[in-house]
Nanobody, 123 residues
Protein backbone atom coordinates (compact mmCIF):
# COMPACT_ATOMS: atom_id res chain seq x y z
CA UNK A 1 0.00 0.00 0.00
CA UNK A 2 1.15 3.52 -0.76
CA UNK A 3 0.03 6.78 0.79
CA UNK A 4 0.53 10.05 -1.05
CA UNK A 5 -0.08 13.52 0.36
CA UNK A 6 0.12 16.63 -1.80
CA UNK A 7 0.72 20.12 -0.46
CA UNK A 8 1.71 23.56 -1.67
CA UNK A 9 -1.33 24.58 -3.65
CA UNK A 10 -2.91 27.99 -3.36
CA UNK A 11 -3.93 31.18 -5.09
CA UNK A 12 -1.39 33.01 -7.24
CA UNK A 13 -1.49 35.74 -9.86
CA UNK A 14 -0.73 35.02 -13.48
CA UNK A 15 3.02 34.97 -14.03
CA UNK A 16 3.68 33.79 -10.50
CA UNK A 17 5.13 30.56 -9.17
CA UNK A 18 4.18 27.73 -6.85
CA UNK A 19 5.93 24.59 -5.73
CA UNK A 20 3.88 21.49 -5.03
CA UNK A 21 5.12 18.62 -2.90
CA UNK A 22 4.05 15.00 -2.78
CA UNK A 23 5.11 13.05 0.28
CA UNK A 24 5.06 9.27 -0.14
CA UNK A 25 5.06 6.41 2.33
CA UNK A 26 4.43 2.69 2.33
CA UNK A 27 6.59 1.59 -0.60
CA UNK A 28 10.24 2.04 -1.47
CA UNK A 29 10.05 5.47 -3.00
CA UNK A 30 13.33 5.33 -4.85
CA UNK A 31 12.18 2.50 -7.15
CA UNK A 32 8.82 4.04 -8.01
CA UNK A 33 8.05 6.10 -11.08
CA UNK A 34 5.67 8.94 -10.39
CA UNK A 35 3.63 11.59 -12.09
CA UNK A 36 1.51 14.71 -11.71
CA UNK A 37 -1.93 15.07 -13.21
CA UNK A 38 -4.46 17.86 -13.00
CA UNK A 39 -8.20 18.25 -13.34
CA UNK A 40 -9.93 21.53 -14.07
CA UNK A 41 -13.65 22.03 -13.38
CA UNK A 42 -15.76 20.28 -15.98
CA UNK A 43 -12.76 18.67 -17.64
CA UNK A 44 -11.13 15.28 -17.57
CA UNK A 45 -8.01 14.61 -15.54
CA UNK A 46 -4.94 15.18 -17.72
CA UNK A 47 -1.27 14.30 -17.66
CA UNK A 48 1.13 17.04 -16.59
CA UNK A 49 4.53 15.48 -15.99
CA UNK A 50 6.34 12.27 -15.07
CA UNK A 51 9.60 11.21 -13.50
CA UNK A 52 10.89 7.65 -13.62
CA UNK A 53 12.64 5.86 -10.80
CA UNK A 54 15.98 6.67 -12.50
CA UNK A 55 15.21 10.32 -13.25
CA UNK A 56 13.82 10.32 -16.79
CA UNK A 57 11.38 13.22 -17.17
CA UNK A 58 8.45 13.80 -19.48
CA UNK A 59 6.17 16.84 -19.78
CA UNK A 60 2.91 17.72 -21.41
CA UNK A 61 3.40 20.26 -24.20
CA UNK A 62 1.27 22.78 -22.32
CA UNK A 63 3.75 22.98 -19.43
CA UNK A 64 7.12 22.45 -21.13
CA UNK A 65 9.57 25.16 -20.23
CA UNK A 66 7.44 26.37 -17.29
CA UNK A 67 7.11 23.36 -14.98
CA UNK A 68 9.88 21.21 -13.54
CA UNK A 69 9.45 17.85 -11.84
CA UNK A 70 12.00 16.57 -9.36
CA UNK A 71 12.34 14.07 -6.55
CA UNK A 72 14.30 13.68 -3.34
CA UNK A 73 14.57 10.00 -2.57
CA UNK A 74 16.10 10.66 0.84
CA UNK A 75 12.93 12.52 1.82
CA UNK A 76 10.48 10.28 -0.08
CA UNK A 77 9.14 13.42 -1.71
CA UNK A 78 8.41 14.53 -5.25
CA UNK A 79 8.11 18.17 -6.28
CA UNK A 80 6.51 20.19 -9.03
CA UNK A 81 7.96 23.66 -9.54
CA UNK A 82 5.49 25.74 -11.52
CA UNK A 83 6.66 29.05 -13.01
CA UNK A 84 5.00 31.56 -15.33
CA UNK A 85 1.62 30.30 -14.25
CA UNK A 86 -1.41 31.00 -16.44
CA UNK A 87 -5.11 31.07 -15.59
CA UNK A 88 -5.51 27.89 -17.65
CA UNK A 89 -3.25 26.11 -15.16
CA UNK A 90 -6.04 26.39 -12.58
CA UNK A 91 -6.96 22.87 -11.48
CA UNK A 92 -6.70 20.31 -8.73
CA UNK A 93 -3.26 18.75 -8.98
CA UNK A 94 -2.76 15.09 -8.12
CA UNK A 95 0.40 13.06 -7.64
CA UNK A 96 0.40 9.37 -8.44
CA UNK A 97 2.62 6.28 -8.43
CA UNK A 98 3.22 4.23 -11.55
CA UNK A 99 4.65 0.92 -10.37
CA UNK A 100 5.57 -0.42 -13.80
CA UNK A 101 6.79 2.92 -15.10
CA UNK A 102 5.03 2.41 -18.42
CA UNK A 103 2.47 4.44 -20.40
CA UNK A 104 3.31 7.52 -18.37
CA UNK A 105 0.54 9.65 -19.93
CA UNK A 106 -2.15 7.07 -19.27
CA UNK A 107 -4.20 7.61 -16.10
CA UNK A 108 -5.01 3.90 -15.89
CA UNK A 109 -1.29 3.06 -15.65
CA UNK A 110 -1.07 4.70 -12.20
CA UNK A 111 -1.67 2.58 -9.15
CA UNK A 112 -1.94 5.01 -6.26
CA UNK A 113 -3.18 8.59 -6.04
CA UNK A 114 -3.06 11.43 -3.58
CA UNK A 115 -6.09 13.46 -2.56
CA UNK A 116 -5.14 16.48 -4.66
CA UNK A 117 -4.26 20.10 -3.99
CA UNK A 118 -6.00 23.11 -5.50
CA UNK A 119 -4.06 25.56 -7.64
CA UNK A 120 -5.83 28.75 -8.67
CA UNK A 121 -4.23 31.28 -11.00
CA UNK A 122 -5.94 34.65 -11.24
CA UNK A 123 -5.67 36.88 -14.28
Amino acid sequence: QVQLVESGGGLVQAGGSLRLSCAASGRTFSISSMGWFRQAPGKEREFVTYISWNGIRRYADSVKGRFTISRDNAKNTMYLQMNSLKPEDTAVYYCAVNIDGNRYEDISAYDYWGQGTQVTVSS
